[in-house]
């Protein structure tokens, strides 16, 4: 093989030669810190770093660890050129040629969606996002399939869903946090291709999401009753007991809602959005069945429904563990954290815990002054809220694809503000497109076939007050998400811990307001509309200030101690 730079000369053999039996395809290689440094012929698997300018060892050892190889591997007609540091370069030259080749194809991967073009780049979001909406979308849609098939049999057991599913559905989204917790950390883990590592990290927050699940489990069964007493008030006290049997029921499912749940994130990390849409399958088929069967054949009402929705969250929580053993770890093996590891986890997952309570109680706030206006005013805005929730999830995939491809645009090793920017406008180009695309149709059905969730004219009527609210709330929601996904990507916790504790004590402010003036249900999802839109502009206004994470100014870094999940 003939060398083409002029920098090369030849160098006599050593002495002691190679054996043959390690010979391999010659490479070459050089240090790109100086030109007059030669190129070196050396077997595939040798990695020499001779220099005539280091002879002293420790001076070599040094200059060793500071430089970088560029490899060149030239085979039949194709080459492929790729950077390692040092001792990244010395393990892979003692792989096998497909071990190689899997290395290359990974990082392929993960460099893929920041390197295309916009229309590709957009295409891509699609394919990843898309299967993994069954994260968000499985506990809304099986409580909107409740709130249809109840609602058609009674209207004080639908105004009974809605306390209900706030202890349910609603408290689900307070462990969001570990469910970015969890995708950050296998992420971390597999990039430093340290499989023990990442079994580790998966049973340690196996075992937090397992002991969150129990002691839910416990708060509902023992609790329940006078949480939702507390919540609903002396003038619901009729609906209070058949509310209590729901969320009893459904309580017993936190224990493998919650392990799932860390299951399911720890496939996201590993860039798999198959697995939540295959158990999000097989779970609707389940739950929808489970309704049939239960409250429109046997008429079970409510108490069928909880049982439907409670089977169904259990077996789509162990298509997510078999997934996850599938692909090599145990996901039936956890650890007890230490002091240390704990601390750790608690620093990602404090500043998202503030951010998704502060959502939750903004929800939950508004439900509870929906609920003081009577039954058909709180069974209307359960019907409207439920579809807000089951339309809201959509946006989530896109906060998702930002937090696994943000990272190493922002402040990885090849760091690109401009190809964050890009990604950043696809997501929102997405997101516009979906908000208005979901908001028409989340808005049709309750418009034009009401009779799906009730058959009530004064609930229908009230339901018919909020449609316009409802359209302009939910067509800023999934932009949003990219925005907040972004900065989660980015660790900009304060700001977005602030900035939701900051837009929930305002809308709470305003939901007071409006409750003792007496506008009713409009004035609720009023107060809605200027929760959504005010998260939306405090976020694009951060990322595009000077100071913010997409400044293409050089002296914005960000501290590798708040960094340590990147």
Not at 102 to 126: A, Y
Not at 390 to 412: I, K, N
Request: charged share 15%; proline share 5%; glycine share 8%.
């Amino acid at each position: 093989m003939s060398l083409s730079s002029s920098s090369s000369f030849h160098i006599p053999p050593p002495q002691n030669p190679i054996p043959k039996t390690l010979s391999r395809p010659s490479i070459l290689f050089k240090y790109p810190s100086s030109s007059s440094l030669p190129l070196i012929r050396t077997s595939r698997r040798s990695y020499s770093s001779i220099s005539p300018l280091t002879s002293n060892n420790s001076h070599s050892k040094t200059h060793h660890n500071r430089k970088r190889l560029i490899t060149a591997c030239i085979g039949s007609g194709s080459e492929v050129i790729d950077e390692l540091e040092p001792q990244t370069a010395l393990d892979y030259g003692s792989e096998s040629a497909g071990e190689e080749k899997k290395v290359e194809v990974v990082r392929s991967k993960r460099e893929q969606l920041s390197n295309q073009s916009l229309w590709n780049q957009i295409k891509e979001i699609i394919v990843f996002s898309g299967p993994a909406a069954g994260l968000w979308i499985c506990g809304p849609l099986m409580s909107l399939i409740s709130t249809a098939v109840i609602g058609r049999g009674s209207s004080t057991e639908l105004a009974a869903l809605g306390p209900g599913t706030v202890f349910c559905d609603n408290m689900n989204l307070l462990f969001m946090f570990l469910s970015i917790a969890t995708s950050n950390m296998v992420a971390t883990s597999l990039a430093k291709r340290d499989k023990k590592e990442v079994q580790h990290q998966i049973s340690v927050l196996l075992f937090v999401g397992l002991s969150c699940g129990i002691l839910m489990l416990l708060f509902t069964q023992f609790l329940g009753s006078w949480a939702l007493t507390a919540f609903a008030g002396p003038k619901n006290a009729h609906i209070i007991p058949a509310a209590t049997k729901y969320v009893q029921i459904r309580g017993l499912a936190w224990p493998a809602i919650l392990y799932g749940l860390v299951s399911q994130s720890s496939s996201l990390g590993m860039k798999d959005s198959m697995a939540p849409l295959k158990a999000l399958l097989v779970a609707t088929v389940v739950n929808t069945s489970g309704h049939l069967v239960l409250c429109t054949w046997l008429g079970y009402g409510i108490v069928g429904a909880a049982w439907s929705t409670m089977a169904s969250q259990v077996i789509a929580a162990y298509m997510v563990v078999e997934a996850l053993n599938k692909k090599g770890y145990n996901a039936y093996a956890v650890t007890i954290p230490s002091p240390k590891e704990f601390l750790h986890i608690l620093s990602i997952a404090g500043p998202v815990f503030v951010t998704m309570f502060s959502k939750v109680a903004f929800y939950s706030v508004m439900t509870y002054f929906a609920t003081a206006m009577g039954t058909f005013t709180v069974a209307a805005h359960q019907v409207m809220i439920q579809i807000y929730g089951m339309c809201m999830v959509w946006g989530e995939p896109l906060s998702q694809t930002a937090q696994s491809f943000m990272p190493e645009l922002l402040y990885g090793v090849e760091r690109s503000v401009e190809k964050a920017r890009m990604l950043l406008k696809s997501l929102l180009i997405i997101g516009a497109i979906l908000g208005v695309t979901i908001a028409t149709i989340g808005t049709t059905i309750p418009w034009l076939f009401p009779n799906i969730f009730t058959r009530d004219p004064n609930v229908i009527q009230e339901m018919h007050k909020v449609l316009l609210l409802f359209f302009v709330a939910n067509s800023a929601a999934p932009c949003t998400l990219s925005l907040e996904g972004t900065l989660l990507a980015g660790r900009d916790f304060k700001f977005i811990s602030m900035s939701m504790s900051g837009c929930f004590s305002l809308g709470a402010l305003v939901l007071l307001l409006i409750s003792n003036k007496g506008y009713g249900v409009q004035g609720c999802w009023c107060a809605l509309v200027a929760f959504q839109w005010g998260r939306f502009l405090f976020a694009i206004r951060r990322l595009l200030s000077p100071s913010g994470m997409l400044s293409s100014g050089d002296e914005i870094e960000y501290k590798l101690g708040t960094l340590k999940a990147a």
